[in-house]
Every structure is written in structure tokens, then in C-alpha cells.
């Protein structure tokens, strides 16, 4: 009975003191709410105004954006300061209205402040927003006497990326756009820094990290009366690199203007035919790009526009590319701030594809410039001799098939120097065959075919050096003979680069090493000279070795001279003083049928644009001890031998001369 | 048919949507921590409740006899994970966390929970004899003090003794003579000097620093001073959701794990922080409540704890980034990121909830 006491007192002692341990919280949650009340209600003003002072004292400085030059310090890429006006959103009650006041005083299209203000609906308002950058001085003094009134309102000095050459190097430099969501997603830290330009190709993107620069930034820390007690952090912006590049501007301009006028007859724009044209002809109208100064006339009098193509050159000890040219173009100044629409489909939808750089992702079938690595492969394969002769018929019969010569009535017996200085197909289409595709890919592949290079540069393409394993992986179907003929004269699954083709080139005119392309040099300009010859072949030998004998690279050296200086060499109207050693390229883009075979070719010159066949042109010089390589594209613009060969010779003197090297 | 409608009458609502209420409020607060983006937090923060959701209800579906005869094993395995933490454990400054794989594990979170069932089934195992006479506390100091020891030489200041404070609110509700309370707290009045000479500099430096927040303004007093800013600056309606300027511009430091009190308040304001504030006083209210409906003394006193012990945790946490209390790192029950803490809480809840179903149960059905 007692026992049954004292359990109930106990549990009356346990419930008091749940009660009470309850009514504690209750005190305390008290506490809290009554402390939450003088935070945020009684005292908010008072914060309010430090979180406002926070945001402001927190001011980012952008770092100006490293410049790129060419190897005697021209600018290619460049800054100009510019100001910007800048809102507020936070500050700012009705931002429609805002804009409207302001853009009485600034010019301000209607579709900027729709995406002004589409870009304040997207983002937290206590972010700046860019108004309108790149205020012409009227505009900022207009501003500057309404801003004590204009709310939310600052101007911010930035910078503004200038390419003062224009289209003639946008390839290489590449362009820079603002920041976008994307790149944002990836870098949080953007989005306080709107003004940025990030690179999206060439150089600009390809050094990225380092032309960018580091952001500074200043932060004021304040007490909580709001007096500034100490400058937190203060970090000086700390610009971004510059870049040297191993180009050379003047012949790059050179090169691209030769590459332009092709062989024809270069009519400036200006004259009244060339507009009537304009008008009328809506083809030429399409193909003819922004900017362009000149159209063409070719032989029939025709006007047509500039020749579309590339042009590599590359130094054949250090792999420096001097020259990387690719048409047509566009002007990457356009980029730099927003691109308009209208602009940025005239760009994309241009049937010449101005904003594919050519020289690095154009692909093309390499013709008989690929008939260096199939001699090659052939010799260091000992299935053929360099005595060994083959009667050319004009055609070669296969597996019950056709190949066509080039020169329909035949070369006659044929040995190997004069197949590279004819450009014998039948003589390559029977090597290929004994050689193998397997061993020819192998060679490809030394002289630098079928990768992508060193230059690291976005959208670069590997290209297409076929073998067995490839076609069985890509195609599931197993090599036939056939192909291996066809590819015997670089068509077929063949396909090449501008670029990888002047490494081809610069390769065999080394010999001894594997130099690869390189576009950025770590030092300054050039200084001396001497310097520079000393440097050239320090660098030739970090290179690995080319790993084909000298007598195989002896003979293909004296083959491709026969091509410039042979009596019947295909490139024989086109030497140069200095001596070089080339070979000439004509590649098919269409597949001329068996009917029109029997009714005779048509011109080339009458065919529509698109299924004329591509010049090709590669070349080192001089040739008694070379310095350069260079490969020529022209694309639909007819044989090698009278499209792209002249440009290279001019191009090619134009770079010796440079040099103060003549015969 | 009826047995599944009893059992869906007899759980404690009130309990389980408050809960999900702040679990859904605390993923939106990640969301918004991480810039309004689900990674890295938001998104790890859901994959837990569901993992402590499961937890829940195991615990809860096991039979009350369960929870009473697991007690001590429990407390025994988590002190025995403390003594091992020294070996086995990371942490910078101080060990706490044991790394499971992808996880960290923090032992000090569930021990606090440990020890409170653990004291429940001793001091409900006394008759009112022993309840009175001061040998049948010894075992009571052993289970509380060795565990309390072990998080304060980690060097955990906090935890430890939201850990200390939790089991004493279980032996004060166990009725615990008036005169051993008044002896105890005197005997650690005495102990304060002691320990405080024991305390390591950053400690000390923390209590000072609360006393005098603007002594210190790029330690512990930023946080505190940013964290007042923030607050103040929401008002009373708040910035707006992914609109605080404090937070989103890492003014704020910890917004993901102990001040995200202090988000929620800049962008929803005193309206926002007073619903969270209500949400866990509607949590607290029916734990306790469910204390008292309880017939044994087993689960009269786990309710007390555990109520207690998220009282604890809200209190220090709220007091913390009000500037009310030293900072010593309190986490926000199932707002805060942390794993640890978040699944301790789930655990916890679960035992409420198996209480809850059987309130019926005599202290006499566990033996």
C-alpha cells in the first residue's frame, strides 16, 4: 500500500518536473522570439543600411585582358578602355521606367532594354546589370550631370577587346564574347564580374587562363554602427599575359590577299558593274562576304568572288607557323561586344562557311600531295626501286574496274622521280597496291597525317589516315584492294588538313626530325638575328627523330624539284629564284561518271562552283637548304598546278625576300 | 484492416508533418545556399531524410521492449566509438568525424541521444527508495560523465555539454531530491575556474569574443556581426527567396550548416524565421506531449530527453547567430546541412513515434 504511495507521489514529482522543464523552453523560445523581434523589426533600419554598405564596398576591379601580338610585337589583339553605365536593380522601383528616362539621354534600342530587363528578372537583384557599355563621351558627359538624381545608377571603366587587324587574322586570334550562363555555371565567381570577355576560339580561347588576368577586388568592413573599421582585403587586379605569337602579320596580309585574288583579274567593289552584279546576280550576292573590298573576274568575264581556301607556312626547323590563313573570314570586333542576330546569321548561314578557320578543321582529300607518302612508304617497303619503271596506259585495270589517269592518252614508262614530276596516277595506283594500305598509313602517320597537332587549338580536326583496323571499326566492313588503289592518289577515305599537309611538307624538306607546329613563342620579339638562326636549330634537335632513312628523303627531295624545274614537271612554269620543291594536287570533288567520260569532260571553269575540283599546292624552298613549307588550298578553284601553285610561288618569294635570301 | 486504421489514428501527426515541413523549408534553404543550384547540398540534404525517413520507421515499428533492452547496449557501443575516435578519426584542430566512405561521421551527435535513452531505463528501473538515496547515482554519473568526458577532450566545448545538459534534464524529470540538485550545482560553480584554466586558447577566445563581439572583427565576431546584418537587414517580410545579398555574396559564412537560420531570415524575414520557430514548437509540444500521455516511466523520461535535447539544439543554434550565445557550432535539427545531426534526429523522432504508438504499456511489461 505504502509502495503504491509513493509510486504515485513519484510520478507526480516527474510530472511537476516536466512542467517545469517545459515552462523553461517556453521562457527561452521567448527569449528568442523577443531577440528576433529587435533584430529584424525594431533595429532593421539600422542593418538594412549595412547590408547596403556591404554590397557596395565590395567592388570587384577588372583585370584588362592580356594582348596578342605577332613575333615583332604587332598587335593582333588588343584593349580600349571604355566606360559603362551600370543600374542597380535593388535600388531601383521601377526599372522599365529607369530605362526609359535613361535612354532619352544615351542611345538605347528597344530590344536592349528587353534584354535588360530579362536579365533582371533572371538574376538576384542586388546584382549589377550592364546598361550599355562602350559610352561615347557625349553620352557620359549627358549622364555625368543627371547622375545625383538618376538612382542606382554607376559608371565603371572597362575594357574593350579590339582586333586592329581585323579579318585578316581572325583565325588565328580567334574572338571573345561575354559571359554567358554556361560559362557562369562553370565559374560562379563570373557573375560578379558581367564585363568579362572569354575567348571562344583560336589564341583567344586556347589561352584562356592566361590572357584572362585575375580580378582585384576592394572590401570595406564596417562595424556594426556602420562606421568602416579596416579595408578587408584589397587586392590589385593583376592583368593577363600577353601572348607572342610565332606569326608574322605582314606576310600573313600578303598571303591572304594572294590567296584572295587566285588568278584571277581583282575588281574593286566600288566600281558600278561590280554593284549592278551585286544587285542582280543573288548567288554572288550570297558568297560575297562582310567586308569584302574586291570581287574577280575570271577568264570569261565573269565576276566571282574572292577564292575561298587556306594557306599554312611553317618553319621547317622549329615548326613555327608563320602564315595561317584561311578565307573567307569574318571580323572578330563583332564578337567582342553583344553579337547581333542579324550578324551572327549572316556569319553562320554563309555558304562559304566564313567562320570555319580552314586551315586547322577544313578537310580536304590531299590528292597527289599524298604521293610523297606513298613513294616513301613503297621505297621503305623495298617493294619497288628507284629505278623501278611502269607503262602508264592512261588507265589501270582492277578487280574489273577502271583507274583513270589524269592525262587520258598515258605517260608511257614511267620511273619513280618522274611519277612525282608527272603525277603519274597509274604508276601510284600499282605502289599502293604492292605496298599495302597498312604500311602507307604507317608513313602517313610519321610525316604528321591523321592527328591533330600540338597547337591545342579547339575544333581542330584529326583528319583521316585509313587503315584496315579503322575501316573494320568505323565501317564494319573489311578493306578491299580497290580502296587501297584509290587512296594510292590521296582520295578515297583520305582526308587532310591544310595544316597537317605544310607539316607533311615540312617534314620531308627536315628529314631528320619530327618537328611539330607550334603557334605561341614563350619569348618576346625577336631580338638579333643570330640569336633567332642559333635558337632555330637548338629547337630543331628537342624534336624526335623522323625515323625514315636520308636516301628515301634524298629522293623525294629530288622527285618534288622535278616537279618546279623538270621539263615536264607539273609545276614547272611556277619555280622561284631561290629554288623550291613542290607538288601539285587536283582533287575530284565529284565523280566523273562513265557516260560523261565517253562524252568528254566539261571544263572545269563550267561546272557550278561547288563541283569544281579543289588546287592543292605544297612547297618547301629554297631547296638547296630549306627553311620554309607551305600547303595551298584553293577550294573549287581548279588544278593545282595553275590555281594553287602561282599563289605559293608568291607567297613563298615574298617570305624569302622577307628574309633577304635570294638565289 | 483495423488494426492499420488504430495504428494510422494513434501516430503522433502533428510530429510527422512539422518534420517534413522542415526538411522540405531546409532543402529550399540549400537550394538557395548553393546560388539556387541543387548541388552540392540540396540534393544530398533529400538523399538523407530518405535515408533517415527509413530509419524512422524501423525504429518505430520495433517493439517498445526493444528500445528498453537496446538502451544500454547503445550507450556502451557509443562510448566505446569515442574512445576508438582518437585512432580512427579526422578532423582539423580536433577529431570528431570518422570517414565512412563518401560520409563523415560525427559519434558526438548520436552519443547525446545514447545517453538519454540510456539514463530513461536506469533511473526508470529505481523505486522511490532508491530514487532518494545518493549511492544509486553513482552509475548515473558514470553514464553521463564518461561520455561527457570523452566529447570535451576531442575538443568538442560545445557538444559536450549540449550533451551534459541533455542527461541532467532526464535525471531532474527522473525526481531527483531537491538537495542533490543544490548540492550538484554548487559543486560545479566550483568547477568553472578549473575548467576554464583547462579550456584551449580558441575556446576561450570564442566566450570572449561573445562577450565582446567587435574586439574580434575577422574571427568569430565577423561571423557573429555578418550573421546580425543579415538578419536585421530581412525585416519583416524578408528579401525574397535567392535575393539575400549577405548570403549570396558570402558575407555570410556557414550558411549551409549553422547559420542557415540566418538565410532563411534575410530572405523570408521575422515571418520566415517565427514559422520555423513555430514548426519546432509544434514538434517539441507534441514530443512532450506524448511524455506525459505515457503510462511507464521508461518513456516518460526518453520523451523529456529528447524533447530536451532538441530544445537544446534550437536554443543554441538561434541563440548563436542572434548573438545571443558564444558561437561553439550548433546545427539546426533537419534545416542544417550535416549528416550526423540529421540522421540523430530522425532516430530520435522514430523512438517518439514507437512511444507514441504504445503509451498504454506499464514500466512492469519490460521485465
Known amino acids: ?663 | 484492416m483495423l488494426g492499420i486504421l488504430q495504428l494510422l489514428y494513434r501516430l503522433p501527426w502533428l510530429l510527422l508533418i512539422s518534420a517534413a515541413a522542415l526538411v522540405v523549408i531546409g532543402t529550399l534553404a540549400l537550394y538557395s545556399a548553393s546560388e539556387g543550384a541543387w548541388s552540392p547540398w540540396a540534393e544530398r540534404q533529400m538523399l538523407r531524410a530518405a535515408i533517415g525517413t527509413m530509419l524512422l520507421i524501423v525504429v518505430a515499428m520495433m517493439p517498445t521492449p526493444w528500445l528498453h533492452r537496446l538502451s544500454y547496449w547503445g550507450l556502451a557501443v557509443a562510448v566505446l566509438i569515442l574512445i576508438a575516435l582518437p585512432f580512427v578519426g579526422t578532423g582539423t584542430g580536433a577529431t570528431r568525424w570518422i570517414e565512412l566512405g563518401p560520409f563523415n561521421f560525427q559519434p558526438s551527435e548520436p552519443a547525446k541521444l545514447a545517453v538519454i535513452i540510456g539514463l530513461a531505463r536506469y533511473l526508470s528501473g529505481q523505486t522511490p527508495e532508491q530514487v532518494q538515496s545518493l549511492i544509486s547515482y553513482l552509475p548515473v554519473m558514470l553514464m553521463l560523465g564518461v561520455p561527457f568526458g570523452l566529447v570535451l577532450i576531442q575538443p568538442d566545448l560545445g557538444t559536450s555539454f549540449m550533451l551534459l545538459m541533455g542527461g541532467l534534464a532526464v535525471v531532474f524529470a527522473a525526481g531527483v531530491p531537491r538537495r542533490f540538485l543544490v548540492t550538484g550545482a554548487l559543486a560545479a560553480a566550483a568547477a568553472a575556474p578549473i575548467l576554464w584554466s583547462q579550456l584551449y586558447d580558441y575556446q576561450k577566445a570564442r566566450i570572449m569574443t561573445f562577450l565582446n563581439p567587435e574586439a574580434d572583427v575577422l574571427g568569430a565576431g565577423y561571423q557573429i556581426t555578418q550573421s546580425k546584418i543579415a538578419l536585421g537587414s530581412g525585416g519583416l517580410f524578408g528579401k525574397g527567396f535567392l535575393q539575400g545579398s549577405q548570403s549570396q555574396l558570402n558575407y555570410l559564412p556557414e550558411k549551409q550548416t549553422d547559420f542557415v537560420f540566418t538565410m532563411i531570415g534575410e530572405e523570408f524575414g521575422f515571418v520566415g524565421n517565427l514559422t520555423v520557430l513555430l514548426i519546432y514548437f509544434a514538434i517539441l509540444a507534441s514530443v512532450a506531449l506524448t511524455g506525459l500521455r505515457c503510462q511507464h516511466r521508461f518513456g516518460r523520461l526518453v520523451c523529456m530527453g529528447i524533447s530536451f535535447m532538441l530544445f537544446l539544439y534550437i536554443f543554441v543554434n538561434v541563440g548563436m547567430v542572434t548573438g545571443l550565445l558564444p558561437v561553439v557550432g550548433a546545427p539546426l535539427p533537419l534545416i542544417s546541412y550535416g549528416g550526423t545531426a540529421m540522421l540523430t534526429v530522425f532516430l530520435a523522432l522514430g523512438v517518439v513515434v514507437n512511444i507514441a504508438l504504445h503509451t498504454k504499456m506499464q514500466d512492469s511489461d519490460f521485465y
Not at chain 1, 537583384?125 to 538624381?149: G, M, Y
Open chain 1, 1 to 663: 500500500m505504502k509502495k503504491r504511495k509513493e509510486q504515485k507521489e513519484l510520478s507526480t514529482i516527474m510530472t511537476r518536473r516536466m512542467l517545469m522543464l517545459g515552462a523553461g523552453q517556453g521562457v527561452l523560445g521567448a527569449l528568442l522570439v523577443g531577440r528576433l523581434y529587435q533584430l529584424q523589426i525594431a533595429q532593421s533600419e539600422g542593418y538594412r543600411r549595412l547590408s547596403d554598405n556591404n554590397q557596395f564596398d565590395r567592388r570587384l576591379v577588372l583585370a584588362p585582358r592580356g594582348r596578342i601580338l605577332d613575333r615583332k610585337g604587332r598587335l593582333l589583339a588588343g584593349n580600349s578602355e571604355v566606360f559603362e553605365l551600370r543600374m542597380l536593380p535593388s535600388r531601383i522601383s521601377n526599372h522599365q521606367a529607369w530605362l526609359k528616362r535613361v535612354s532619352r539621354l544615351i542611345t538605347l534600342k528597344p530590344e536592349n532594354i528587353e534584354t535588360i530587363l530579362e536579365k533582371i528578372a533572371e538574376q538576384p537583384k542586388f546584382l549589377e546589370v550592364t546598361v550599355k557599355s562602350n559610352l561615347t563621351q557625349r553620352e557620359l558627359s549627358r549622364l555625368a550631370v543627371l547622375s545625383p538624381v538618376l538612382e542606382g545608377a554607376s559608371f565603371q571603366k572597362s575594357y574593350k577587346r579590339i582586333y586592329p587587324q581585323g579579318w585578316m587574322t581572325a583565325h588565328v586570334t580567334g574572338y571573345v564574347s561575354p559571359v554567358n550562363k554556361r560559362d557562369i555555371d562553370g565559374e560562379p565567381d563570373l557573375r560578379y564580374l558581367p564585363e568579362t570577355r572569354i575567348g571562344r576560339t583560336g589564341i583567344e580561347h586556347n589561352m584562356e587562363p592566361d590572357l584572362r588576368g585575375l580580378f582585384g577586388f576592394e572590401r570595406v568592413e564596417v562595424n556594426a554602427r556602420g562606421k568602416p573599421v579596416r579595408v578587408l582585403r584589397d587586392q590589385q587586379a593583376n592583368p593577363g599575359e600577353d601572348a607572342y605569337l610565332s606569326l608574322d602579320a605582314k606576310a600573313q596580309f600578303f598571303a591572304t590577299d594572294r590567296l584572295r585574288r587566285g588568278r584571277w583579274q581583282a575588281v574593286p567593289v566600288q566600281m558600278p558593274e561590280v554593284q549592278e552584279a551585286l544587285l542582280k546576280n543573288k548567288e554572288l550576292r550570297a558568297h560575297v562576304s562582310m567586308g569584302d573590298d574586291l570581287v574577280l573576274k575570271d577568264e570569261k568575264g565573269r565576276l566571282i568572288p574572292p577564292e575561298s581556301g587556306s594557306v599554312v607556312v611553317m618553319d621547317i626547323e622549329t615548326g613555327e607557323i608563320k602564315v595561317m590563313v584561311s578565307t573567307p573570314s569574318f571580323d572578330p570586333n563583332l564578337f567582342s561586344n553583344r553579337l547581333s542576330v542579324r550578324d551572327w546569321q549572316r556569319m553562320n548561314e554563309h555558304p562559304r562557311t566564313p567562320l570555319l578557320n580552314r586551315a586547322i578543321s577544313g578537310l580536304y582529300p590531299p590528292g597527289s600531295t599524298f604521293k610523297m607518302v606513298v613513294l616513301a612508304a613503297a621505297l621503305e617497303a623495298g617493294v619497288i626501286s628507284q629505278k623501278t619503271r611502269i607503262d602508264c596506259s592512261g588507265a589501270f585495270e582492277f578487280g574489273g574496274q577502271n583507274f583513270h589517269c589524269w592525262l587520258e592518252r598515258g605517260h608511257g614508262l614511267v620511273n619513280a622521280e618522274q611519277s612525282i614530276e608527272r603525277s603519274c596516277d597509274v604508276y601510284f595506283y600499282q605502289i599502293a597496291l604492292k605496298t599495302g594500305i597498312n604500311r602507307i598509313h604507317d608513313m602517313a602517320r610519321r610525316l604528321g597525317l591523321g592527328d591533330v597537332s600540338a597547337l591545342g587549338l579547339i575544333s581542330e580536326k584529326e583528319g583521316i589516315i585509313p587503315n584496315r583496323d579503322w575501316k573494320l571499326e568505323k565501317r564494319g566492313v573489311v578493306w578491299t584492294p580497290g580502296e587501297t588503289v584509290v587512296a594510292g592518289i590521296g582520295q578515297g577515305f583520305v582526308l587532310t588538313t591544310p595544316l597537317q599537309l605544310a607539316l607533311m611538307t615540312a617534314r620531308i624538306a627536315n628529314g631528320r626530325s619530327a618537328i611539330t607546329p607550334s603557334l605561341v613563342t614563350q619569348q618576346s620579339p625577336e631580338r638579333s638575328p643570330e640569336r633567332r638562326t642559333e635558337k632555330r636549330t637548338e629547337k630543331s634537335a628537342v624534336f624526335p627523330p623522323l625515323d625514315v632513312s636520308p636516301d628515301i628523303i634524298r629522293f623525294l627531295h629530288k622527285s618534288m624539284r622535278k616537279v618546279m624545274a623538270g621539263g615536264l614537271g607539273t609545276a614547272r612554269k611556277h619555280d622561284i629564284e631561290q629554288g623550291m620543291a613542290g607538288k601539285t594536287g587536283t582533287v575530284q570533288v565529284k565523280r566523273i561518271t562513265k557516260e560523261q567520260r565517253e562524252k568528254g569532260i566539261i571544263d572545269n571553269i563550267d561546272r557550278p562552283w561547288k563541283e569544281r575540283d579543289h588546287a592543292l599546292f605544297v612547297a618547301f624552298a629554297p631547296y638547296e637548304k630549306p627553311r620554309y613549307a607551305i600547303s595551298v588550298i584553293v577550294e573549287h578553284g581548279g588544278s593545282g598546278s595553275s590555281a594553287a601553285a602561282p599563289i605559293a610561288r608568291d607567297i613563298m618569294d615574298f617570305m624569302l625576300k622577307s628574309d633577304g635570301i635570294s638565289a
